[in-house]
């Protein structure tokens, strides 16, 4: 029982402990989901914030390419002050410059016309090593010959922007299309370290608004183009603290593979990456000139950090400390309940003692000590049933003590009763058997019952000669002078044909033989198989 007890609190206190971590796993999901959410938020106001700052700047060729549209060709003044006034407003913008289709043959008189502008002016590509050299020759060229500053961008001036092909690319789609294109992430002529730039490029032809791609290539005159550093860009939409919140990346998903990553700020380990991958956002930052730009963000772990609360953790141990007085209270009440059970049982116990001796009182003859007539007449009814059912023999014998009113008489009340316990005791001992029964069935008569015995008189005979033996002086009887006893006893073989009163008065009819016989004897009846029936005196 005990043990029982302790295993089921520490089975309580296991599924406790197991509940509470199932809390604390529960709101410390909730928090990260709200984490990534707001994560999230930042990330869409960030990608926001680019998408305006690239929208504002495309504002600026609008500009140029509208006086071009109103006013056919420009010469270099007005480019230079009306593109001085457009970067005014738009400090992102490394360069304003003009393009114009240059057939091959047109080559010469177009550098001879700028070399007199710029002395030493040639149309120039850009080899491996970043050197600026002489064209190629080829039937079209693109040359930058008006840049908006000049200073910064001495070497874009000639630079056949057809030379290179992620340029080229946007110049065929810009001049197929009729509409605003933005090239794949360049690497800018004007410096000479690893600036990464974007060129958005719109075409101006000789007739408003060509339908086809035919009318397109064959009347373009050329293209506005802004030079952009991707990095001012960037940068001017970040806030200081940007850097050390999240790692993020800028992809151009429309570029060459390998030339994908636009921008990129911040960088995490593998074990950061691994242990904030559930955080990981993309967003669309803009769909806009043939391209489609992405934001893949990841937060440091400092971001995480940051936002996690204490709550998981006081869900837990509330929990546990609530589950552990609950399980206390129940560890008290459940020992409450077995002490009361095992007082109860005690209690019970007792009861039935008292039960067993208060049954055991109404069986007993108080005087002598052992069975009275009722509880011999019980037991003469079951045995006699028992008997009957198994067919066994039963024998019954009832002794009377001789002349016992005279004994009263001479040696007082007190004595009768002495004499009648020493006579009890006596022919108790006669008995050896555990189913033999010796009860007081009156006031000087006792009873035996024997069940499976066929020869009752034999012990009939033990019996009158032990309390002959006790030798209890007895002056007034008439028999003898010390203390006698008449014994009638029936054996029955079987007790077909028999009752219990029957066989009850045959042993009473023995009795009354024995006494009328001169007392001091033992009359016997014995009944055989029905037609058998004998009596018989042995003494
Ligand atoms: N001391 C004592 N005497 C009892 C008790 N019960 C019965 N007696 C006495 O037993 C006597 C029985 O007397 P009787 O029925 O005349 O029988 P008897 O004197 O033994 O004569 P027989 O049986 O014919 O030999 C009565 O005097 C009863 O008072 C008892 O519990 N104690």
Redesign the pocket.
């Known amino acids: 029982m005990e043990r029982r007890l302790y295993l089921v609190t520490v089975l309580a206190v296991i599924i406790g402990i197991a509940l509470s971590c199932a809390l604390y796993g529960l709101f410390y999901r909730l928090e990260t989901t709200n984490i990534k959410r707001e994560f999230e938020r930042d990330v869409e106001s960030k990608a926001a914030a680019l998408t305006q700052a690239v929208e504002l700047n495309i504002e600026a060729i609008y500009s140029l390419k509208a006086a071009y549209d109103n006013h056919g060709l420009l010469d270099y003044p007005d480019f230079s002050q009306l593109a001085a006034q457009t970067l005014s407003r738009h400090a992102h913008i490394q360069a304003l410059e003009w393009i114009p289709k240059v057939e091959a043959e047109g080559l010469p008189a177009l550098e001879k016309q700028f070399g007199a502008r710029w002395p030493g002016f040639h149309v120039t590509e850009r080899v491996a090593s970043g050197e600026m050299v002489p064209v190629s020759e080829r039937s079209l060229y693109y040359p930058v010959i008006y840049v908006e500053p000049l200073q910064g961008n001495e070497r874009a001036l000639g630079f056949d922007v057809g030379s290179n092909g992620r340029r080229l690319d946007a110049l065929n789609r810009a001049r197929d299309s009729g509409k605003l294109q933005f090239s794949e992430r360049i690497e800018l002529v004007q410096t000479t370290d690893d600036h990464a730039g974007l060129l958005m490029l719109l075409p101006v032809y000789h007739i408003v608004s060509p339908q086809s791609v035919a009318d397109r290539r064959q009347t373009l005159r050329g293209f506005v183009m802004g030079v952009f550093r991707l990095t001012a860009i960037l940068q001017s939409t970040m806030q200081p603290q940007d850097a050390s919140l999240m790692a993020f990346r800028l992809l151009d998903v429309n570029a060459d593979p390998h030339n994908q990553l636009l921008y990129q700020q911040g960088s995490l380990t593998t074990e950061e990456q691994l242990a904030q991958k559930d955080f990981n956002v993309t967003r669309p930052v803009l769909t806009l000139g043939g391209r489609e730009w992405f934001i893949e963000a990841t937060p440091s772990a400092s971001y995480v950090a940051d936002k996690r609360t204490r709550l998981p953790l006081v869900v837990f141990i509330v929990g546990t400390v609530l589950f552990g007085l609950v399980i206390f209270y129940g560890f008290i009440l459940m020992r409450r309940n077995r002490e009361m059970v095992s007082t109860l049982a005690k209690k019970n116990q007792a009861l039935d003692d008292i039960n067993k001796k208060l049954e055991r009182m109404t069986k007993m003859d108080v ?2 000590g052992i069975a009275n007539r009722r509880y011999f007449d019980e037991t003469l009814h079951r045995e006699f049933s028992r008997s009957r059912r198994e067919d066994r023999p039963l024998a019954l014998m009832l002794i ?10 001479t040696y ?9 316990k020493l006579v009890a005791e006596e022919l108790g001992r006669v008995l050896k058997r555990p189913a033999d029964m010796l009860a ?1 069935v ?4 006792f009873g035996i019952i024997l069940p499976n015995t066929n020869n009752g008189e034999v012990v009939a005979k033990q019996c009158r000669s032990v309390v002959e033996r006790l030798a209890i002086a007895h002056q007034g ?1 008439l ?1 003898s002078d010390v203390v006698t006893v ?1 014994v009638g006893v029936v054996s029955l073989e079987s007790l077909d044909a028999q009752t219990r009163d029957s066989v009850f008065n045959l042993a009473d009819s023995a009795l009354y033989q024995a ?1 009328s016989a001169g ?1 001091n004897q033992v009359r016997a009846i014995r009944v055989g198989r029905p037609q058998s029936a004998s009596v018989s005196s042995l003494c």
């Open positions: 005087l002598v009377d003590i001789d002349h016992f009113k005279a004994f009263n008489d007082g009340h007190q004595a009768g009763d002495r004499c009648l007081r009156g006031g000087e008569e009887s028999t008449s006494k007392r």
